[in-house]
């Protein structure tokens, strides 16, 4: 059966790193991509951007194909979004067909600080990404618990609901978020790392850009 892949993130702002692995990781896996902004991040500073606007800059880099979709159920609900919540409301939907967890090589590095990480292979398969200019390496803990789930074989994310660990060769593309709100505080114009939609309207990026003084 097709996976359903989940791309979970703050996205603040999303790019072009984001885009294309996602884009590739559903060629590699012959999966529909999701990305899932999330609402209060456990691990992470509070984004710069609202919800709303984040969620209007998906939009607006989604537009022109079906391919990858947005899912705003983070943001709807109350609280920190933890990983396992989601996975477990997206079983209940979806019964028996694939779930696949889609991680940059950072964050699946850092996938043991995650609320009941060891449960979320009970309700999907995770894809890590390689990811270029970060450091990601893996935990005694995270290796021992992930050594019997490797595959290389994508067939097995469509044959079983969860379970797996795979590492999907993407195009390595070092763009960060990061970057990208440095650029735009210090009033630079990231224009080939951000979706071109992100440029139509100025007040999207106008969160990112530094305030003038008074
Ligand atoms: P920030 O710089 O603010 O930490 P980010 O660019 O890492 O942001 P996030 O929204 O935090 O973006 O990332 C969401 C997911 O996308 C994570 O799993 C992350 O590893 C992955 N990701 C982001 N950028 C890339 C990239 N260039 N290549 C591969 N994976 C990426």
């Given at each position: 059966?097709?996976?359903?892949?989940?791309?979970?993130?703050?996205?603040?702002?999303?790019?072009?790193?984001?885009?294309?692995?996602?884009?590739?990781?559903?060629?590699?896996?012959?999966?529909?991509?999701?990305?899932?902004p999330?609402?209060?991040?456990?691990?992470?500073?509070?984004p710069?951007?609202?919800?709303?606007?984040?969620?209007?800059?998906?939009?607006?880099?989604?537009?022109?194909?079906?391919?990858?979709?947005?899912?705003?159920?983070?943001?709807?609900?109350?609280?920190?979004?933890?990983?396992?919540?989601?996975?477990?409301?997206?079983?209940?939907?979806?019964?028996?067909?694939?779930?696949?967890?889609?991680?940059?090589?950072?964050?699946?590095?850092?996938?043991?600080?995650?609320?009941?990480?060891?449960?979320?292979?009970?309700?999907?398969?995770?894809?890590?990404?390689?990811?270029?200019?970060?450091?990601?390496?893996?935990?005694?803990?995270?290796?021992?618990?992930?050594?019997?789930?490797?595959?290389?074989?994508?067939?097995?994310?469509?044959?079983?609901?969860?379970?797996?660990?795979?590492?999907?060769?993407?195009?390595?593309?070092?763009?960060?978020?990061?970057?990208?709100?440095?650029?735009l505080?210090?009033?630079?114009?990231?224009?080939?790392?951000?979706?071109?939609?992100?440029?139509?309207?100025?007040?999207?990026?106008?969160?990112?850009?530094?305030?003038?003084?008074?």
């Amino acid at each position: 059966m097709k996976p359903l892949a989940l791309f979970g993130g703050t996205f603040d702002p999303v790019h072009l790193g984001h885009l294309s692995v996602a884009w590739e990781a559903s060629e590699l896996l012959d999966a529909d991509v999701r990305l899932m902004p999330a609402h209060v991040p456990p691990h992470r500073n509070a984004p710069t951007a609202s919800p709303a606007q984040r969620v209007a800059m998906l939009k607006a880099a989604l537009q022109g194909q079906d391919r990858l979709t947005l899912d705003t159920r983070e943001l709807r609900r109350e609280g920190p979004s933890y990983t396992i919540d989601t996975l477990r409301e997206l079983r209940d939907e979806l019964g028996e067909r694939p779930l696949v967890l889609l991680l940059g090589a950072d964050a699946f590095a850092g996938l043991p600080s995650w609320q009941s990480w060891r449960d979320l292979f009970d309700y999907a398969h995770i894809g890590v990404l390689n990811r270029p200019g970060i450091d990601a390496k893996w935990s005694v803990d995270l290796a021992v618990e992930i050594l019997p789930r490797r595959t290389t074989d994508t067939r097995e994310l469509h044959e079983l609901p969860a379970g797996k660990v795979i590492e999907l060769a993407v195009t390595p593309l070092e763009i960060s978020a990061t970057r990208i709100r440095e650029l735009l505080a210090e009033g630079r114009d990231p224009r080939y790392l951000l979706p071109c939609g992100l440029f139509e309207d100025a007040s999207v990026l106008a969160p990112y850009r530094a305030k003038p003084t008074q």
